[in-house]
C-alpha cells in the first residue's frame, strides 16, 4: 500500500535551540505573519489569527479520526479495552477536570510526595467548570448536570476550606517561644 503524503508541511521556525542559542537554520519569511497565539501562548484579541479553511479543518478531522482509530485498535489489541472506554464524553470530560483541580489544592499528589498546592490554578480549573455549566444550562441530560454540581460543590467548598487555612490569621500562641 502506497504511503499518503500529507497535505500540510510542518516547519520549525522557532528562533532559539533549547539550550537558548540562536538558530542559523532559520530563514526569515519576507511575508511571514506575526506568530500566533498557540506560539507564542498569549490571545490576541485585536487580530485573531484567520481560521484554517474547510477543506483544512476536513482533513485534519478526517486525519485525526483516523489516527485515533489506529491507537484505537492497537490499545485493544494489546487487551487494554474497546474504543468505547477511551470516548471523551461530558462526564468524563468534567471528571478530568475535577481530578486536576484536587491536585491543584493539593488534595492528591503522587504516593510519597508532599502536596503542593497552586489556589490560583485551582480557582481557575473551578472557575472553567462554573463557565461549563453556565454554557452548558439546558443542554445536559440530568445524570450530566447531576455530576457538574456535585463536582462543583465539592471542590469548592475544598478551595474554601485550603483557602481560609492559607488566610488564617496565626494564632495568640503562635507568637510565643516554646518552653523547653
Request: charged residues 30%; glycine residues 6%.
Amino acid at each position: 500500500m502506497a504511503e499518503k503524503k500529507p497535505d500540510f508541511v510542518v516547519s520549525d521556525r522557532r528562533k532559539f535551540t533549547d539550550e537558548g542559542e540562536l538558530r542559523t537554520d532559520v530563514r526569515e519569511e519576507a511575508n511571514a505573519p506575526p506568530p500566533s497565539s498557540v506560539q507564542t501562548g498569549t490571545i490576541e484579541s485585536d487580530h485573531p489569527p484567520e481560521p484554517p479553511s474547510r477543506a483544512e479543518q476536513e482533513a485534519q478531522h478526517k486525519e485525526y479520526r483516523a489516527s485515533g482509530k489506529k491507537l484505537d485498535d492497537m490499545l485493544a489489541a494489546g487487551g487494554h479495552g474497546k474504543a468505547e472506554d477511551f470516548e471523551m464524553t461530558f462526564e468524563r470530560l468534567v471528571q478530568s477536570l475535577y481530578v486536576s483541580a484536587l491536585f491543584q489544592l493539593g488534595v492528591m499528589h503522587p504516593e510519597g510526595e508532599a502536596p503542593r498546592p497552586d489556589v490560583v490554578a485551582a480557582r481557575q480549573t473551578i472557575d472553567t467548570l462554573g463557565v461549563l455549566k453556565e454554557k452548558t444550562k439546558g443542554n445536559l441530560t440530568p445524570a450530566e448536570e447531576n455530576v457538574l454540581q456535585n463536582v462543583l460543590f465539592e471542590l469548592r467548598m475544598a478551595f474554601l476550606e485550603i483557602t481560609n487555612a492559607i488566610t488564617r490569621a496565626p494564632g495568640p500562641a503562635a507568637n510565643k517561644p516554646v518552653a523547653k
